[in-house]
C-alpha cells in the first residue's frame, strides 16, 4: 500500500510520501518510496515510487548506477526535466524488457508508476507523472498535482484544496526551494503534530456528519425500483 502526492504550486514544488508496502493488520513492511538527487546549486530532482516494489527499486539502483559514470547519460547531466523523465521512461523500459515476461509466467504484472520533480539551473520547477510503460504527461496550471498509489484515501481532499495558488506551508511538509531541499521531515505516529491532525480530523468529521439533517422518510415516498441516477436508502 503506497500513497505519493507531488504539487508544482508557484511558489514551489513539494512531495509526500508514505513508506508502507503492506497494508495487513499483522504484518507491516515499510521502504522509502522517495529518492532524492541534489547537488546544491545546480539541480535538485525528486523521485517517487509506486506499485511493485522489486521493479521500483530496480529502476532506481540502475538510476543511480547511470549516475555514477560520469560520462553516461544520467540524471547529473541531463540538461532539462523532460530529459530526465525520458531517461527514467527509458530505465523502466529496460527494466521491463528484462523482467516482464518471467514475471508473467509466474502471474505477476509489471506494475510501476513514478513520479519525477525538481528544477535544473535557471529553469522553473517542474512535475511529471511517469508511467509503467515508460510514457509521461507533464503537470500544467490546471492540473498543478499527480498522485501514485492508493489514492483514493488522499484524492478528494487534494482535488478539493490544492490549486497552484496554494502556499507551501498549506501544502506539505517536504519542499523544494532555491535548488535545494529546504524542508525534509520524515512524520511517524509519535509525531505530535501528526497525532493532531489524526485527533482533530476525526472531530471534524463528525462534527459535520451530525450537522447534516436526518432524513425526513415522510417526504420521500417508497419505490419498488430506484430512478436512474438516484441512490435507493432503506431503513
Known amino acids: 500500500m503506497t500513497y505519493c502526492v507531488a504539487m508544482c504550486l508557484d511558489q514551489g514544488l513539494v512531495c509526500l510520501s508514505d513508506s508502507r508496502t503492506n497494508a495487513g493488520v499483522d504484518h507491516?513492511?515499510?521502504?522509502?518510496?522517495?529518492?532524492?538527487?541534489?547537488?546544491?546549486g545546480d539541480r535538485v530532482l525528486?523521485?517517487?515510487?509506486?506499485?511493485?516494489?522489486?521493479?521500483?527499486?530496480?529502476?532506481?539502483?540502475?538510476?543511480?548506477?547511470?549516475?555514477?559514470?560520469?560520462?553516461?547519460?544520467?540524471?547529473?547531466?541531463a540538461p532539462t526535466l523532460f530529459e530526465c523523465a525520458r531517461l527514467v521512461g527509458e530505465i523502466i523500459r529496460?527494466?521491463?524488457?528484462?523482467?516482464?515476461?518471467?514475471?508473467?509466467?509466474?502471474?505477476v504484472d509489471f506494475n510501476a508508476s513514478f513520479i519525477?520533480?525538481?528544477?535544473?539551473?535557471?529553469?522553473?520547477?517542474?512535475?511529471?507523472?511517469?508511467?509503467?510503460?515508460?510514457?509521461?504527461?507533464?503537470?500544467?496550471?490546471d492540473t498543478p498535482y499527480f498522485q501514485i498509489g492508493e489514492s483514493k484515501y488522499g484524492k478528494p481532499i487534494v482535488d478539493r484544496i490544492v490549486t497552484s495558488?496554494?502556499?507551501?506551508?498549506?501544502?506539505?511538509?517536504?519542499?523544494?526551494?532555491?535548488?535545494r531541499v529546504a524542508r525534509h521531515l520524515s512524520v511517524d505516529w509519535d509525531n505530535?503534530?501528526?497525532?493532531?491532525?489524526?485527533?482533530?480530523?476525526?472531530?471534524?468529521?463528525?462534527?459535520?456528519?451530525?450537522?447534516?439533517?436526518?432524513?425526513?422518510?415522510?417526504?420521500?415516498?417508497?419505490?419498488?425500483?430506484?430512478?436512474?441516477a438516484r441512490i435507493e436508502v432503506v431503513s
Not at 28 to 40: H, L, Y
Not at 46 to 71: C, K
Open 28 to 40: 507491516i513492511n515499510t521502504f522509502r518510496k522517495m529518492t532524492v538527487f541534489e547537488r546544491a
Open 46 to 77: 525528486v523521485l517517487m515510487s509506486a506499485g511493485n516494489l522489486a521493479i521500483t527499486q530496480a529502476v532506481i539502483s540502475l538510476l543511480r548506477e547511470h549516475a555514477a559514470v560520469q560520462d553516461r547519460d544520467s540524471l547529473w547531466n
Open 165 to 179: 495558488k496554494t502556499s507551501l506551508d498549506e501544502a506539505a511538509k517536504c519542499a523544494l526551494d532555491e535548488l
Open 94 to 107: 529496460g527494466v521491463h524488457r528484462q523482467d516482464a515476461e518471467a514475471l508473467k509466467q509466474f502471474g
Open 192 to 228: 505530535p503534530y501528526f497525532d493532531m491532525i489524526h485527533k482533530e480530523w476525526g472531530a471534524s468529521l463528525r462534527k459535520v456528519f451530525n450537522a447534516l439533517p436526518d432524513p425526513d422518510w415522510a417526504r420521500w415516498p417508497a419505490t419498488e425500483q430506484a430512478p436512474p
Open 116 to 141: 519525477l520533480c525538481g528544477q535544473i539551473g535557471d529553469e522553473p520547477p517542474r512535475l511529471f507523472n511517469i508511467y509503467a510503460a515508460g510514457n509521461f504527461i507533464e503537470a500544467s496550471i
